[in-house]
């Protein structure tokens, strides 16, 4: 599973995301004093650990407080490894994770400019704001199988002979392990079990793991018996033969991430409401809140879970390892949140918290060969969690966060920026309705500038953000006789993209993506001439995932054209970020010109 990630796709070309937090001070040494440890695998009641320039120096320290170290006392709280979430799609937010308490991240399919670039940030050090990030790259699947409808243009694979070539493309590409599409039974093609047996021999060849996404008990058989290394998720049912494919998954020695969190959201049902509690709301706004809401499922089919916690509990009895993962990105999941729900429901399937612990630290760290990491132990990173109460009595304690460190740095300031960047939305929120300008008039064009009464303003907007390869250019006047200067945009939209665009965007917030109360206006209003080709009016708020669009045509003569907010799909006008001409999807060269942008108020 992955991600929409079509919301990310409409900011202007070349704008790179804007940062808010607050930088901590990097201490010269830290020492957690008195504490109890959970080091990965076993529980010390009361020890002092201590950790220096990125590395823990002494996981059992006896002596004075060095000087000039940081002291934080420890009494009635647990210190514990940083998170390491073994199943995401990192397509955005990746700022979140850390202030959760996950400071690393296995991805399963994400971009590939994301993924080295997350790379390249952890190869030159100091990656103290995002979580480390192992990845899949692209995932492996058939022509119109899973992973193939987000949009974004992937290689596949049709047969047992294009395996290895195929696999190496993804090693030359920077994957650190391969993952496999088996699944069928959901609308999606699939890969037969002779090109998946394939690929997990050429994977093996050149000594990387090959993980197996399934969607049912067949499946999740015949890829185990093909030579998986693990499967990265379970499967929603009521029944299931659990000890039979625990003993089949021990046999191959083989690993499971069940992914809770999501098979959840399948089964249309909430295990509890991360929302409702208040340190973790106060660092989610409206939009990343937004994921947490939604479902995949339409209807509470709780029942849908007896399998897969099923399976969960005769793998872990089999001795076979167990990750936790959230598959966040998804329908019910949010980045570093939800590994905090995951934690629950693994316990709920019958883990012991030391075991749901171990499988969110040690466990993946091994599985996945991912070094120095997932322990408290001298010489591993110092990515840590201090958590008030003991988790290994209550799972529930791991949300009691008092501190987070990232290769040594303290997270608090970052933490305290978030929050006080949510407030500041939600403060902005409650002002009510932007005052439209006198007329609504939001277009003030003129042939130096392309000014606007608030906001950011106009700007170009095209899929390089994305990697498309279509272009626009703008250019306002002459003035046309009553005064208004109309903006020409000349757009050639390249082929390669099922959502290829370019054209012109208005930012209404101060800020990228910033949403600003526009509720005040029920519609917008302009005019246009061009090419004669149809064009598209769209719109994105906050939290909102694929924009609202309204298609239009562009004739040889100036016309007037309304689009109701209504007839925007899903836009929220009290939280408008982004409003857009547009050319595309299909390719070829445009022209047209609006004038007079007008937000009306009726």
């Known amino acids: 599973m992955k991600p929409t990630v079509l919301k990310t796709l409409f900011l202007f070309a070349g704008m790179g995301c804007l940062i808010g937090y607050q930088q901590a001070a990097l201490a010269a040494a830290t020492l957690v004093r008195d504490v109890r440890v959970f080091d990965g695998k076993t529980v010390h009641e009361r020890r002092s650990v201590l950790f220096d320039k990125g590395v823990i120096v002494d996981a059992d320290y006896r002596g004075a407080a060095p000087n000039g170290a940081r002291v934080v006392e420890g009494g009635g709280r647990t210190l514990l490894p940083g998170l390491i979430d073994a199943h995401t799609h990192a397509f955005r937010s990746q700022e979140l994770p850390v202030l959760f308490g996950v400071t690393t991240q296995v991805d399963m399919f994400t971009d590939l400019r994301l993924m080295k670039k997350a790379k390249q940030a952890m190869a030159q050090g100091g990656n103290h704001h995002h979580a480390d990030l192992f ?114 998954a021990r046999s191959k020695k083989a690993f499971v991430i069940p992914t809770f969190a999501v098979l959840e959201s399948m089964a249309g049902w909430r295990g509890d409401d991360l929302l409702a509690i208040p340190s973790f709301a106060s660092l989610l706004d409206k939009d990343a809140q937004a994921p947490l809401k939604a479902r995949y499922g339409n209807t509470s089919r709780p029942e849908r879970l007896l399998a897969p916690k099923a399976v969960a509990r005769a793998m872990m009895e089999a001795g076979v390892p167990v990750l936790a993962g959230t598959d966040a990105g998804n329908p019910g999941t949010q980045y570093g949140a939800s590994m905090h729900r995951e934690l629950a429901a693994l316990v709920d399937a019958g883990l012991t918290p030391a075991q749901a612990l171990a499988a969110a630290t040690s466990v993946p760290a091994d599985v996945f060969k991912l070094g120095r990491r997932g322990r408290i132990d001298k010489g591993y990173k110092a990515d840590l969690l201090l958590v008030e109460g003991n988790p290994v009595a209550d799972i529930l304690a791991t949300r009691r966060i008092v501190e987070v460190w990232k290769e ?126 149809s064009y598209q009016v769209i719109a994105m708020s906050q939290g909102l995932q694929i924009p609202g669009a309204k298609p239009f045509t562009a004739g040889p003569e100036w016309s007037e054209v309304t689009v109701p907010f209504s007839d925007l799909k899903g836009i929220d006008p009290a939280a408008v970020t982004m409003l857009g001409f547009n050319a595309g999807p299909q390719p070829g060269d445009y022209r047209f010109e609006i004038v007079d942008v007008r937000l009306l108020p009726q």
């Open 135 to 248: 990845s899949a790259g692209t995932l492996v699947t058939a022509p119109n199988g899973h992973g193939t409808q987000f949009g974004i243009p992937i290689p596949t694979i049709t047969k047992p002979e294009q395996a290895q070539a195929f696999v190496d493309a993804r090693i030359a590409e920077g994957s650190d392990f391969i993952k496999i599409v088996m699944e069928t039974g959901y609308g999606f093609h699939s890969l037969d079990l002779a090109t998946a047996k394939a690929v997990i021999a050429a994977a093996h060849t050149r000594g990387k793991l090959a993980v197996v996404h399934i969607g049912n008990e067949k499946d999740a058989r015949a890829v185990l018996e093909a030579g998986a290394d693990g499967l990265v998720h379970l499967f929603p049912g009521e029944s299931a033969d659990a000890k039979g494919l625990a003993q089949l």
């Open 408 to 533: 040594g740095e303290s997270a608090n300031g970052l933490r305290e920026g978030q929050r006080q960047q949510v407030a500041r939305a939600a403060q902005q929120a409650a002002k009510g309705p932007l005052a439209l300008p006198a007329g609504g008039r939001i277009s003030q064009f003129s042939e130096k500038q392309l000014a606007s009464p608030f906001g950011m303003g106009w700007g170009p907007s095209t899929d390089g953000f994305v990697g498309g390869k279509s272009t626009v250019a703008l250019a306002a006047g002459p003035a046309l006789p009553d005064g208004q200067v109309p903006l020409a945009i000349a757009a050639k939209v390249a082929p390669g993209l099922p959502f290829a665009w370019a054209g012109v965007a208005f930012m209404p917030g101060s800020a990228q993506m910033q949403p600003v109360d526009l509720s005040a206006a029920k519609a917008v209003r302009f005019r246009v001439r061009g090419d004669g080709k």
